[in-house]
């Protein structure tokens, strides 16, 4: 389980632009950034160094912001390899409601992250079916 | 239980007989006895005596707040100052503070009206009242005071500040009713918890709150927090002070306005036309029986409106609903009146937004557009774009019922709406920047 920061962001110019600025000035790496929008805002979904010390100075300069709790797998580098992670969500009934994917920094092993309804049985049915999960440390600081 | 039982429920038709023989009386004496009222009705070619029924009344003046301006101090008193015994005065918050008179009879039949309202929150001669309201000028003090010995209730005086004292008062005097703001109660309540207490645990069990705008949500809070039934009360100091109208225990759901004594209209604040009920509008009061300063049609600048049906708890008198906006902030869309004012109330009771709003107005291709800009609260889960689009369309749909007009709904940041001396800019007016011209 890892913990993914979900920032609310207006359709206004520079707003996402002043979200980096705050991120950067407190020393915070982005190791993924992904942004959903919709036809009045956006989220930004973003794992970072540190997430408690990034969420508070989002709060601090006046940020809509949460930590979220999401589950980070180490996918393998074949084909079918994320059908197999699916596969093994879908058999324990979990219901994936989104998920997108970064490269740890070595650049040798894809990361997917997902926001799963139930992480705890997520992350049970994954380990059962062999599935290296990335944990915290792996990731980032701990704060 | 009702104070008066035979007065709060005695049968509509007989109440509107007294109206009117009260309201005559009263429309003799102003017009003998106060130049001002002299002068408004025969400008408007009224004679006084030609009110012969309760539709009537749509012929006479308005009074507004400025008329007890000009006529500061005792300009407006339908007796001589030998005769009045008391003086209250409003904040004067918006302007010169205007005065009010009292004769000993006005005394007597103001504490009947609250001793009516602390009895229809539940209250007997048993109960134990702590009086927060401010003592002095304001009329909330001693209103509530006067009442509470009326009902026969062991009344405590304890006046506004000094929380931590309060809380020690609520609880070694086994109070059992609390009169005061609702912002207040609030604060007792949050203080109570830093110091220890718990209120539920005491004997409290009555709130008698008022004398400024809350919500339904605000209402649950207090309940939760202090452990009491919490009853709206409303009143002004021109119409008499507190005692106009109250809740009662039995619905918690309008406030039965005191018809013996005050008439209620409902206006619409532009063509100033008595509305049905049911429909809001300016409330405007008519005292029956106030000798000191009887105020005829007096426009209160309130938004509200009468709640059509009757009221399970036997009284007769027609409903008021919470009082939702004042008639100062009236914007005209699309020929519709809105009161933006309405729209902090319907927020204040969604969970994730905050109440404050801006509310935009354009003009595109000759029709008034409204957008309103909502703030999502800070805590919100905002991992979550469906429960984002739930509270944007929950927000949006709120809003038109109460306003009757479409608007859309822009969810912003938290803390973002400009904010000066602590109070946002609520409305923002683009229509007459473009399209004007064309």
């Known amino acids: 389980m890892i913990e ?6 207006e359709n206004r110019p520079g707003r996402m632009a002043d979200m980096a600025r705050v991120l950067g000035e407190a020393g915070n790496n982005m190791r993924a950034f992904v942004v959903a929008d919709t036809a009045e805002f956006g989220v930004a979904r973003i794992i970072v160094d540190r997430p408690r010390a990034a969420c508070d100075a989002l709060k601090a300069a006046g940020f809509g912001v949460t930590v979220t709790r999401v589950i980070a797998v180490e996918v393998p580098d074949r084909p079918g390899g994320l059908a197999d992670v ?24 894809a990361v997917d992250v997902f926001r799963v309804e139930d992480p705890e049985a997520a992350t049970s049915a994954l380990e059962a079916a062999g599935i290296s999960l990335r944990q915290a440390h ?5 704060d | 239980m009702a104070f008066q039982p035979e007065l709060e429920s005695m049968p509509r038709e007989d109440l509107e007989e007294l109206q009117l023989e009260r309201l005559r009386g009263t429309l003799r004496r102003v017009y003998d006895n106060v130049p001002l009222y002299r002068a408004k009705f025969d400008e408007a070619g009224l004679d006084p005596s030609a009110v012969k029924s309760l539709a009537d009344v749509s012929s006479i003046p308005f009074t507004l707040k400025d008329d007890l301006r000009s006529a500061y101090p005792y300009g407006m008193f339908a007796v001589s100052l030998r005769d009045i015994v008391r003086v209250h005065s409003s904040s004067g918050t918006t302007g010169q503070i205007t005065v009010v008179g009292y004769t000993r009879g006005d005394i007597e039949r103001w504490a009947d009206l609250m001793a009516r309202t602390y009895a229809a929150a539940g209250a007997t001669a048993d109960d134990i009242v702590q009086v927060t309201y401010g003592y002095g000028l304001f ?9 509470s010995e009326r009902l026969g209730a062991l009344t405590i005086p304890v ?24 912002s207040y109660a609030q604060l007792i309540g949050e203080t109570a918890a830093e110091m220890g207490v718990d209120l539920r645990d005491l004997p409290l069990r009555v709130g008698v709150f008022g004398a400024e705008p809350w919500s339904e949500n605000m209402r649950r809070t207090i309940e939760e927090l202090l452990g009491v039934k919490a009853i709206d009360i409303y009143g002004l100091s021109e119409v008499i002070g507190p005692g106009v109208a109250a809740e009662c225990v039995e619905e918690q759901h309008g406030l039965h306005v005191n018809e013996d004594h005050f008439l209620i209209e409902v206006v619409d604040p532009e063509t100033l036309q008595p509305v049905p009920d049911g429909e809001v509008g300016e409330v405007v009061f008519t005292t029956l029986t106030k000798e000191g300063i009887p105020v005829i049609r007096y426009r209160t600048r309130d ?19 919470r009082v939702f906006g004042r008639t100062d902030d009236m914007l005209i869309v699309r020929g ?6 309405q729209i902090e109330h319907v927020l204040m009771d969604i969970p994730g937004v905050a109440p404050h709003y801006q509310v935009i107005l354009r003009r595109e291709a000759a029709l008034d557009e409204v957008e309103v800009h909502v703030e999502v609260t800070p805590d919100f889960a905002f991992d979550e774009i469906r429960a984002l689009e739930a509270l944007q369309k929950r927000v949006r749909s709120e809003i038109m019922s109460v306003l009757a007009v479409s608007v859309g709904v822009k969810l912003v940041e938290p803390k973002s709406i400009q904010r000066s001396e602590g109070k946002a800019k609520r409305v923002v ?4 920047a473009k399209g004007e011209a064309s």
């Open chain 1, 4 to 9: 993914q920061l979900s920032v609310f962001l």
């Open chain 1, 86 to 109: 699916l596969d093994a969500l879908g058999a324990a009934g979990v219901n994936v409601e989104y998920a997108y994917c970064f490269v740890e920094p070595n650049g040798e092993v």
């Open chain 1, 138 to 142: 792996d990731i980032y600081e701990r």
């Open chain 2, 139 to 147: 009329t909330g003090g001693l209103g509530a005071h006067y009442g």
């Open chain 2, 159 to 182: 006046s506004g500040g000094n929380t931590k004292r309060q809380v020690q008062i609520l609880k070694d005097f086994g109070v059992t009713v609390l009169a005061c703001t609702p």
């Open chain 2, 303 to 321: 938004i509200s409106r009468i709640i059509p049906g009757e009221c399970s708890c036997g009284r007769t008198f027609r409903k008021m609903e």
């Open chain 2, 336 to 341: 519709v009146n809105v009161f933006p004012s």
């Open chain 2, 429 to 432: 007016d683009l229509r007459d």
